[in-house]
């Protein structure tokens, strides 16, 4: 976890409140959070 949230430039225990129950992240930080992880996400129409 120190490791994403260093990549994604947020601090540790911050992530750990956007990630919990009660958290409510940003869709700007779930993306970089994504993107520290090595992933991409992609909304295509269905």
């Avoid at 976890?1 to 009660?22: F, I, Q, T």
Wanted: charge should be positive.
């Amino acid at each position: 976890m120190a490791n994403v949230a260093r990549k994604a430039h947020v601090g540790r225990e911050s992530l750990y409140k956007m990630l919990s129950e009660n958290g409510n992240p940003e869709l700007r930080t779930i993306n970089r959070l994504l993107h520290a992880m090595g992933l991409w996400l992609s909304v295509t129409a269905g």
